[in-house]
Each structure stands twice: as C-alpha cells, then as structure tokens.
C-alpha cells in the first residue's frame, strides 16, 4: 500500500499548510439563467476575457423553487437576481456529442460580479428536436468579491443555435463558494474517500 500511504501523507501535510481552506465550509448558490433581451451581453467582457469567442449570450439571472415531493422546478416561482454574459469559441457548428469548447461567464449578483473560466461539453444535439443542443458547463472562479478565495461553477444548459421555435437558450447553475472567513462545517473526512493503486481495491492488503 505504498502509494496510499503517499497520498495520505500529502492530504495530511497540505492540511498543516492550510487549514482554514481545507476545512472551510462551502456556500452553495443555485439559479437560472436565460437569454433576456433587457439583459444583453456585454461585448467588452467577452473581448477582455475570451478574445477568440465567437458566440456572445446575455440573460437575467431568477431563483427558483422546487416541488417537494419530486423535485421539479416550478415555473411561476422565481424573482430575477441579476444578469449574467457569456462568452463562447464555437469550433465546430455541428455540435457533436462530446465536444468541447472554452466558456467565459460573468455572473453579477447582489453581492458583487464573479467572474468564471472553463469549458463547455456538448451532450446532445438531437434532444428533444434536431439541432437543440444539450450541455454542461464546468468553470473555475476566477475573479469575485472580497472576502471569496474560489470555488466552482458547474451547469446544466440548452443552446438553441439555429433558433428553432419553442425553445429558448438558458441553464440551471450551481455554484460552489469558499469564503476566507468560514468556519469548518461538520465533515466526515476521514471517509470521504478511499484511494487505491492499480484499480483495484488494495486496502485489505
């Protein structure tokens, strides 16, 4: 078991170096988002922070409320809490399950403007009708108000590209904080997760 014994003794030292990131407590945020003609996108923010994107969208940003007993959203429960713009390169217009392609947004709440970086994964392009386009989005912080040190932003989004009627572009978000004044949350970590060498579960050995 040598290599998980290598892994513990890093997590163990990196808790030693940082304590208060690696035992902060995350503020989790989750929202709507879509495209709203009195929210368009800012062409700066996209020049500025993705040069080569070719796509911009802008949209106004809603809360939501779920059903109790599934889960559902519902519809006519929401209030706009601010506007977001995002910034695309678009390499491929055929927009094949898989693709990749880089993504830019900025999110301006009631608390400040976050900014976020990363990428945009095609899931489908047939779903419900052909050429509606399914994917999630997985983005790092980078830039956000004082007091925030990071965190993640990841998606669910619909695309509607060739504007086909009856949809609309607009995704559900989640997004993951960790703020520098946090205080540790109750965790597990000990069994938070179990690491072996080679695939296969070494840890009888």
Known sequence: MPMIRR??????????????????QARVLQFRS?????SPPDPAVCAR????????????LFTYETRKRTGEVKADDERAIGKATACVQLTNFAFPPGLKQNF???????????????????ISNKVPEAGLVLAGC???????PKGVIGGAVASVSTFNPFRLPGFATGSFWTVQLYDSASQ??????????????????????
């Not at 163990?12 to 940082?18: D, P, Q, V, Y």
């Not at 040069?51 to 802008?58: F, T």
């Not at 540790?184 to 050995?205: I, V």
């Open 7 to 24: 892994v513990a003794s890093a997590v163990a030292l990196l808790g030693l170096l940082a304590p208060a990131v690696a035992f902060a």
């Open 34 to 38: 879509a495209e709203d003609p009195a």
């Open 49 to 60: 922070s993705l040069p080569k994107a070719n796509v911009r969208i802008g949209g106004s």
């Open 104 to 122: 830019f947004l900025q999110l301006t709440l009631p608390d400040g403007v976050y900014t976020a970086s990363g990428t945009c994964t095609v």
């Open 138 to 144: 997985n983005l790092a912080i980078t830039s956000a």
């Open 184 to 205: 540790p949350g109750r965790t597990d970590s000990e069994h938070a997760m179990e690491w072996t060498e080679g695939g296969e579960d070494d840890s009888g050995n």
